[in-house]
């Protein structure tokens, strides 16, 4: 079986060097490339299981690379793009979320960390078809109701029901949670339900719900009091309509 | 419910963990050699403050490893006491934990005589920039993405306890 493929796309001599020391052990061919048009032609010429990108580049730009993909794809979409760069500000990772990223690594980062992320590219790549942030907003709304089963529980329709069961019995008690943390402006608890929640929803397909979640979590951590009280009703409606839903469905 | 940091309660964190770890030698010391392999069916520790994470586990478990005794701690102190207590074959072990967090109990565990990183399982919820202050603690570490634990935790904990079996024989 042939090794799998990671192009780097990096003008500075010593990360690429850093970067190819780091992933030396981890049987990958990498491929190394100063520049778009070299990167663009490597990447057509063989696919690639992980692009790992710089943004500053010498002549065009990583971001402009980005948008001109989105706009009419250059290479695979099963290559998942990892952003490798200092330049990650809040606003550019706005920029870069909605352009098919897979993961945004700030430098410096631990080479642990750098191998960390390769390995989950490629576990990622060995589990099935591309998760890049691209594919979430663009999922038809059926796609968010339906079960995970074929994705993230590797296609195992009684994990997912079994799942599924156990979430529909703790979701009240989050509620009840959730309520009296707002009421008390215990911002702990609602970053901690929303820490565990997104997890728990996205397992289960409610990628809206999860979204919810994550904002609340960032809101309660910051003590936003505007913000984590109003994410936290809404969260609280998300969690009250699956289970009605449930209630209301035919018994199997 | 999990804890958060502010420099009170870093510092009460690691006062925690130096009783924890004081309790934890003391446990060690006073268990005869003989007594720490007894035959028994595998057991496997989870330290996780989530109760849905704690449900997904119970059943990954259920599914592929029904012959496994299933342990779990709520927050680092009780985990990482625990864990000289039960001496499980495996451990599964979240980052964000109230009390001592998983980067703590993770170091704690380091220094502890006949430590090994091959039966430990870390999991997170968090995303990269924020795994980042973290990191230093699971260097050689499994961190799994939660999201990720359906597919990923059992063949990691069937490798762990297949180790545990290769330690004894």
Not at chain 1, 34 to 56: C, F, G, Q, S, Y
Not at chain 2, 13 to 37: D, I, N, V
Not at chain 2, 101 to 108: F, H, P, T
């Amino acid at each position: 079986m042939s090794r799998p493929r990671i192009v780097l796309m990096e003008d500075d001599a010593p990360i690429s060097s850093l970067v190819s020391f780091a992933l030396e052990d981890m049987g990958v061919d990498l491929v190394i490339c100063a520049n778009v048009p070299e990167a663009v032609a490597r990447l057509k010429e063989t696919p690639a299981a992980l692009l790992i990108m710089d943004l500053m580049l010498p002549g065009e730009s990583g971001l402009s690379f980005l948008q001109r993909h989105a706009a009419a794809p250059l290479f695979a979409a099963t290559t998942r793009v990892m952003v490798f760069s200092a330049g990650l500000t809040q606003a550019m990772r706005r920029h870069l979320e909605p352009l098919g990223v897979w993961r945004m690594l700030a430098k410096p980062a631990s080479i642990l960390t750098l191998r960390a992320c390769v390995e989950d590219a490629l576990q990622d790549a060995r589990e099935g078809p591309t998760r890049n942030l691209r594919a979430e907003p663009t999922q038809p709304a059926s796609a968010k109701a339906r079960p995970a089963g074929n994705d993230l529980f590797g296609g195992n329709a009684w994990l997912v029901a079994a799942y599924s069961d156990a979430c529909l019995g703790q979701f009240p008690h989050d509620v009840e949670d959730g309520d009296a943390a707002a009421t008390q402006g215990d911002f702990v608890v609602l970053r901690a339900l929303g820490h565990n929640l997104k997890t728990a929803l996205k397992l289960l397909g409610h990628d809206g719900a999860s979204a919810r979640a994550a904002a609340l979590e960032v809101a309660a951590a910051q003590r936003n009091t505007a913000a984590a009280p109003a994410l936290w009703r809404g969260l609280r409606k998300d969690l009250t309509d699956i289970l009605r839903r449930h209630a209301e469905a035919p018994a199997h | 419910m999990t804890s958060f940091s502010s420099n009170e309660a870093a510092t009460k964190r690691l006062f925690t963990s130096f009783e924890a770890e004081r309790a934890l030698a003391e446990l060690l010391q006073a268990r005869p050699p003989a007594l720490r392999a007894p035959a028994r069916a595998p057991r496997v520790l989870l330290i996780e403050d989530s109760p849905h994470i704690q449900n997904l586990v119970r059943l990954l478990l259920a599914r592929d490893f029904p012959g496994v005794e299933l342990h779990m701690a709520s927050d680092g102190d009780s985990g990482l006491l625990e864990c000289a207590r039960l001496q499980p074959d495996a451990l599964i072990v979240d980052i964000l934990l109230p009390g001592i967090d998983g980067a703590l109990l993770v170091a704690s565990l380091r220094t502890q005589p006949g430590f090994n990183a091959e039966r430990l399982i870390i999991m997170t919820s968090l995303d990269t920039p924020d795994l980042e202050p973290y990191v230093w603690a699971f260097d050689g570490l499994q961190v799994v993405p939660k999201r990720q634990l359906p597919v990923r935790l059992s063949p990691l904990l069937a490798r762990a306890l297949r180790r545990r079996g290769e330690a004894r024989a």
